[in-house]
């Protein structure tokens, strides 16, 4: 009997179960969570896409706990972000910690759940576009005309506390033209345009990134008319100025490299050595000894004491007639420890 009971309920729930294949109906398709965004490094808001419905009415809950702990919290506002969003106030919002968010698809087929997504508040803020971009031509008298640009922060960021620093970047472009060019400002909220070509009409945008995070979207186009008698840009004398530029350095480069020899011996001369009065040099470099010592007044060979001590005072006498050019000797040297004789004592007769 109860064998009986259990089959028929089988039975019946597959009927049913093939009744509502053939109308289409169907268990819901897995959701995805495709984006977190923080304005202000302070709220967060997560979207996602819903997957197929099944034909039938689907509820969709977004669920959450953190890093560590296993009590699981339901989106606290499902409104404020629009459609398929749940926006979390300062209150439920936390800095340095990751949320682990899923979203659940549920209606009368069965249900699914999305994969899990991680947060961490402090790496997905994404500002809102800076405000109050105004456009002003200045035309100083002493100085090239030029382009100034001004903007605010976006209203939400607190940036005078420091709580979140902003950089920015700026492009602009002729209205008719297709390429933009932008330049980084920085952390500055002024920038000026100095090369702009007159009787052209200007967009401009800019737009804002913190430290941790992403680029937020470019600000409204505000435009400006450029005057016909506004500077042009003067690329062609800095051209002149590149090309006079290299021609002297290559010829700089040249001239040292056909006269470097020349410049060097100019720049440090050689230093002359010591010569003895009345020598000739070219002696020494021929290595003949019976004309070095007959140069020197001595005519027998070897030489003897007297050729010795006359060569040693000879040397001394003009050693003092060119005041000093020879080096000192030492104490220890051959030469000072015999005993100096008077001018033409030893000499033959």
Known sequence: MQENVASTVVFILLLFLNISLLNGQSPPGKPEIFKCRSPEKETFT???????????????????????????????????????????????????????ITVNATNQMG????????????YIVEP???VNLTLELKKPEDRKPYLWIKWLPPTLVDVRSGWLTLQYEIRLKPEKAAEWETHF????????????????????????????????????????QIPNDFSMKDTTLWIFVAILS???????IWAVAL????????????????????????????????????????????????????????LE???????????????????????????GEGRRP
């Open 246 to 252: 290299a021609v002297v350095c290559l010829i700089m």
């Open 185 to 224: 400002a920085g952390q500055q909220t002024q920038f000026k345009i100095l090369s702009l070509y007159p009787g052209q009409k200007y967009l401009v945008q800019v737009r804002c990134k913190p430290d941790h995070g992403f680029w937020s979207e470019w600000s409204p186009e505000s435009s400006i």
């Open 111 to 122: 249900s699914s759940s999305s994969d899990p997504r991680y947060v961490d508040v402090t």
């Open 128 to 130: 809102d576009p800076p």
């Open 259 to 314: 006269k470097g020899y020349s410049m060097v011996a100019c720049i440090l001369p050689p230093v002359p050595g010591p010569k003895i009065k009345g020598f000739d040099t070219h002696l020494l470099e021929k290595g003949k000894s019976e004309e070095l010592l007959s140069a020197l007044g001595c005519q027998d060979f070897p030489p003897t004491s007297d050729c010795e001590d006359l060569l040693v005072e000879f």
């Open 317 to 343: 006498v003009d050693d003092s007639e060119d005041q000093q050019l020879m080096p000192a000797h030492s104490k220890e040297h051959p030469g000072q420890e015999r005993e100096q004789r008077p001018a």
């Open 46 to 100: 997560c979207w996602w896409k819903p997957g197929a419905d099944g034909g039938l009415p689907t509820n969709y809950t977004l669920t959450y706990h953190k890093e560590g702990e296993t009590f699981t919290h339901e989106c606290p506002d499902y409104k404020t972000g629009g459609p398929n969003s749940c926006y979390f106030n300062k209150k439920h919002t936390s800095i340095w910690t990751i949320y682990i």
